[in-house]
């Protein structure tokens, strides 16, 4: 089966930038997970989409991000504006019952 | 305190030895457990869930014990691939099994 995708690998952009990270889940997964992941510590979870539904944002800076899941497939996070401590690896993963399967994630790189 | 806290590391072992990761959590709640396996610049990959009774898988096996909250994971005789950032992660009920994970042990075998 098709893993999770996810895009861009990478993105560089300078603080108070706007970024968007997309990921689009295995098929027939109800259950959509974006993870922050900084350097050194384990994956924090930012949001869980159940279809297209808000089931977990408790942990989402709302004032800068927000993450979207119009049909319940695809999602889009955002950033707007980056800050300097938003540098790390954006995991999107996806999971029909257990266990998680994590995207290739985007590296973000705020300077 | 951390929800879901492990040993320190790096872990640097010579090929062949036996290494034993713990790691320990604090929310009763708590009611599935895994060990997920992160390559460096990689994702998050599942290594093994850990039952109650225990559960082994080749030179793998781990532990849980409900009462401690604690997790273990054992590698017997490791080999040069076993060199990975070993993660522990705990599912939550009652917040609709919401993954918490720790911040993740690196394991370094070397020749």
């Known amino acids: 089966e098709a893993g999770v995708a996810q895009s861009p690998r990478y993105k560089i952009i300078e603080k108070r930038q706007s970024v968007a990270f997309w990921c689009n889940p295995i098929s027939g997964h109800a259950t959509l997970y974006w993870y922050q992941q900084i350097l050194g510590q384990g994956p924090k979870l930012l949001i869980q989409?159940?279809?297209?539904?808000?089931?977990?944002d408790s942990q989402l800076p709302k004032d800068r991000f927000s993450a979207e899941r119009l049909k319940g497939v695809d999602s889009t996070l955002k950033i707007q504006p980056a800050k300097l401590e938003d540098s790390a690896v954006y995991l999107c993963?996806?999971?029909?019952?257990?266990?998680?399967?994590f995207g290739n994630g985007t590296r973000l790189t705020v300077t | 305190r951390k929800e879901v806290e492990q040993d320190p590391g790096p872990f640097n072992v010579p090929e062949g030895a036996t290494v034993a990761f713990n790691c320990t959590y604090s929310n009763s709640a708590s009611q599935s457990f895994f060990w997920y396996r992160q390559d460096c610049r990689k994702e998050p990959k599942l290594l093994m869930s850990v039952y109650s009774s225990g559960n082994e898988d080749g030179r793998f096996t781990a532990q849980l014990n409900r009462a401690s909250q604690y997790i273990s994971l054992l590698i017997r005789d490791s080999k040069l691939s076993d060199s990975a950032t070993y993660l522990c992660v705990v599912s939550l009920y009652n917040q609709g099994g919401k993954l918490i994970f720790g911040q993740g042990t690196e394991l370094s075998v070397k020749p």
């Open positions: 989409f159940q279809n297209n539904g808000v089931v977990d």
């Open positions: 993963a996806s999971s029909f019952d257990s266990p998680l399967h």
